[in-house]
DNA sequence: CGCAATTCAATTGCGCACAACTGAATGGCC
DNA sequence: GGCCATTCAGTTGTGCGCAATTGAATTGCG
C-alpha cells in the first residue's frame, strides 16, 4: 500500500509551493538590491537580454524571456518612460518593434556588474550547487512545456 | 582568473530565471488542471491548508503561504463569493477574522485528490527526485529570507 | 495579382504579489 | 483605569503574467 490519497493533498503542496515560495523570496532579495538601480527583476531580465544581444524585437526578447506582448508591451513602455530603451518600428517589417538600449540604457550595465555578485551571495550556494540545481530546474520546465492533458488523462 | 564580471550578467540570469520559469511552468499545468474545480493555484493552496486544518484566522493562513492579507483579503472574497468559504470576525478577537470551509468548500476537496497525482506525472519526476529538489529550494529560500543587505556589502 | 491565413504588437480584463497606509481592537505598562 | 505601542484585516496603488481580442502588415497559394 501507498501514501493514501489524502496525504498527498499535503506532499503535492510540496514542489510547486517550495518553487514558489523561492522564487518569491527571490523577488524580495532582488528587490532591495536592484533598487537604487531603478529596476524591478523583470525589467532587468530585459536589461539582460538587451546588453547581451545590443538591439532586438519584441517577439525574440520574449522568446529570451518566455514572456508575450501583452506582459512586454507595458513593460518595455515604462522603460522607455525612464529613458533607458528606445522602440521603433522595424523599417523590414512594420509588424515589427525594434527595441534599442539608448545610451543610459547602456551605461546602466557598468552599475548591473556586481548584481550577480550580491545575489550569489546571498543565496550561500556555490558555483556547482547553483548548477546543478538550475539544470534539474531546466528539466522540470522542459518537462511541464510537454504537458498535455490528453496525454495525460488517456494514454492510448 | 575567474569568469570575467562581463560574463556573469549572462551566469546570473540562470538560477533565478530557471525558477521563474519553473515557477510560471508550473503555474501553466496547475492552470489546466484547475480549470473543472474553478481554482486558480492560490487558491489551489488555501484551500489545501483549509482542507487540512479545517479554519484559521487570516493571519495564520498567510504565516502558512507566506502571504499577507494584501494578497489574502481579495482572494479569500473571491472564495467567498464562490461559496467555498465563509468569513467572520472571531468573538474572542474582534481584530482577527475566522476562514471556515462550507459545504461546498469541504466537498470540494473529493475532486482535488487526484490533483497531485496529475501533477507528478506532469513533472516526470520520481518521488526521491521530488523530494531532494525541494530540500535544496527550501534551504535557497531559508537563505534568502536571512538576507540582510547591511551584512552582505559591510562584513564587519 | 488577389485573397485568405498567418504573424506581430498592442490592448483589455482578471488575478496575484507586495509596499504603504488606514482604522479598529487588544495588551502592556504605569 | 488610562494611555501607548502592537497586532490585526482591509484598502490603495503599482507592476507582473497570461488569456483573449484587435488591427495592421506580411506571406503564401492559387
Known amino acids: 500500500m501507498t501514501t493514501p490519497a489524502t496525504d498527498w493533498l499535503r506532499l503535492d503542496q510540496q514542489i510547486c509551493f517550495s518553487l514558489n515560495a523561492a522564487s518569491r523570496a ?10 537604487d538601480l531603478g529596476l524591478t527583476y523583470p525589467q532587468y531580465l ?3 537580454v538587451l546588453w547581451e544581444h545590443g538591439e532586438l524585437p519584441v517577439k525574440k526578447l520574449g522568446a529570451h ?8 508591451s507595458p513593460l518595455l513602455k515604462r522603460l522607455e518612460a525612464a529613458g533607458l530603451v528606445t522602440r521603433e518600428r522595424s523599417a523590414r517589417d512594420e509588424r515589427s518593434v525594434e527595441v534599442r538600449l539608448t545610451g543610459r540604457g547602456a ?5 548591473a556588474v556586481e548584481v550577480p555578485r550580491r545575489i550569489a551571495a ?10 546543478d540545481l538550475r539544470t534539474r530546474l531546466d528539466r522540470l520546465t522542459a518537462a ?3 504537458y498535455d492533458p490528453e496525454a495525460a488523462s488517456a494514454p492510448s
Open 26 to 35: 527571490f523577488g524580495g532579495v532582488y528587490r532591495v538590491i536592484l533598487k
Open 46 to 48: 530585459v536589461m539582460l
Open 122 to 131: 546571498a543565496t550561500g550556494f556555490d558555483l556547482a550547487e547553483v548548477e
Open 144 to 146: 511541464l512545456d510537454a
Open 107 to 111: 551605461a546602466l550595465r557598468g552599475r
Open 65 to 72: 524571456l518566455r514572456l508575450d506582448s501583452g506582459t512586454l
